[in-house]
T-cell receptor, first 126, second 107 residues
């Protein structure tokens, strides 16, 4: 059974740091791009960052660039999100998701976030 | 960043109804679009990728269409478990961007 389990959430003061983890099992972790998505209280979904299979490539939403770092440990089947200089607007539930990338006949790739964790809550407040 | 606009923002419907949700991109995104369903307190669930490809295990009453800037998600006959919030997501370029969501409620 495929499982993704986030941890590391909690209450942190503005300017503080947290490291989120996403422990995975039930699939070949190193074969998939991975993604973090967040959802502020009562708001919609926001894509945060992703990372390629070997960790050599990553992308971020502008609002977290320079503050958040996505990484992975394929030996430990785990995904991470190091969050520094946290702001009140970073308060959200953070989900990790597996990207079951699909391709068409021309070799074009499509994201498909097919498996998700249950989410971990970050609250940034003094 | 590409802006994704969904409409309506909310929709009231009854079991058995045919429902259509629209997503419009601020620029052309080919068919690089997915649809996700989210029930309250739960993680999102993938329904459609590549604008029209049904994810494995998703009921066939869900379908997607569109290309370029305009996309639709259709539920052919609403079931009780379909009352949820639906989001589109463009994967044409970075950063990926979601629509603001469409909340589907029971009439």
């Amino acid at each position: 059974e495929v499982q993704l389990v986030e941890s590391g959430g909690g209450l942190v003061q503005p300017g503080g740091s947290l490291r989120l983890s996403c422990a995975t099992s039930g699939f070949t972790f190193s074969g998939y791009w991975m993604t973090w998505v967040r959802q502020a209280p009562g708001k919609g979904l926001e894509w945060v960052a992703n990372i390629n299979r070997d960790g050599s490539q990553s992308h971020y939403v502008d609002s977290v660039k320079g503050r958040f770092t996505i990484s992975r440990d394929n030996a430990q089947n785990s995904l991470y999100l190091q969050m520094n200089s946290l702001r009140a607007e970073d308060t959200a539930v953070y989900y990790c998701a597996r990207d079951e990338t699909h391709s068409d006949s021309s070799g074009h790739y499509f994201d498909a976030f097919d498996m998700w964790g249950q989410g971990t809550t970050i609250t940034v407040s003094s | 960043a590409i802006q994704m606009t969904q409409f309506p923002s909310s929709l009231s419907a009854s079991v058995g109804d045919r429902v259509t949700i629209t997503c419009r991109a601020s620029q052309g995104i080919r068919n690089d679009l997915g649809w996700y369903q989210q029930r309250p307190g739960k993680a999102p669930k993938l329904l459609i990728y590549a604008a029209s490809s049904l994810q494995s295990g998703v009921p066939s009453r869900f379908s997607g269409s569109g290309s370029g800037t305009d996309f639709t998600l259709t539920i052919s006959s609403l079931q009780p478990e379909d009352f949820a919030t639906y989001y589109c997501l463009q994967d044409y370029n970075y950063p990926r961007t979601f629509g603001q969501g469409t909340k589907l409620e029971s009439k």
